[in-house]
């Protein structure tokens, strides 16, 4: 490594390493009527991307689930509310050459959020959420040079878990009691569906 771009690094790494992950000490910002119910994920087919440590679908489904109750219960309306999240993609980085080819931890998920009231999903398409660990110190250099799995799949979920009550808050017009009364009434003004018989009646007897 050249001399001029050691101390460089050294100052960058310094610099960064006190970054911590998202800040859970902060009030949450203002949803409006919102609690959460359900934290539902879903990770069956969920594809590694280039070089990358495994993980399976239950420990994905138990970190994203985990780190979407601690950042969302803390919100206490009166009005429930589910997040299902299928996680797509992730990438947890290997140990690569510091700086220059070091990969980096993502994950990718589709998000959809449920009025529970209607039993219906109240996003016009899922969201689809792309996240990285973000810079900090270990990132800088790579952070499967740095972290353990376990450690990358929790910065990832507790990002994730971030960007989506970002999201929230930036579609907090949803939770009003406006928005309420008006998909009420249009899942009422909707033509119930007739139920399906259980099963098709037995043939009578021959005599």
């Not at 495994?54 to 780190?67: G, I, N, Y």
């Not at 959809?112 to 969201?127: L, Y």
């Amino acid at each position: 490594m050249s001399h001029l771009l050691r101390p460089l690094l050294i100052a960058a790494i310094a610099a960064l390493a006190a970054c911590a992950g998202p800040d859970m000490t902060k009030p949450p910002k203002p949803l409006g009527d919102f609690r959460l119910g359900y934290g539902i994920v879903v990770a069956d087919n969920a594809q590694t991307v280039g070089p990358s440590r495994k993980a399976t679908a239950d420990e994905w489904e138990d970190v994203l689930r985990t780190s979407l109750h601690k950042r969302l219960d803390r919100y206490e309306g009166e009005k429930l509310y589910h997040i299902g999240a299928g996680i797509t993609a992730y990438a947890l980085a290997v140990p690569g050459v510091p700086i220059v080819l070091s990969p980096k931890s993502v994950i990718v998920a589709k998000v959809d959020v449920w009025d529970d009231a209607i039993s219906k999903v109240i996003n016009a398409e899922p969201k689809e959420f792309t996240v990285f660990e973000g810079l900090s110190g270990s990132t800088v250099i790579g952070s499967g040079l740095t972290k353990s799995r376990e450690e990358q799949m929790q910065t990832l979920a507790d990002n994730l878990a971030l960007k989506i009550e970002e999201w929230l808050y930036e579609n907090r017009a949803w939770f009003t009691p406006e928005a309420v009364a008006a998909r009420a009434a249009l899942a009422a003004a909707q033509p119930a569906q007739p139920a399906k018989p259980a099963a098709s009646p037995a043939p009578a007897p021959a005599n």
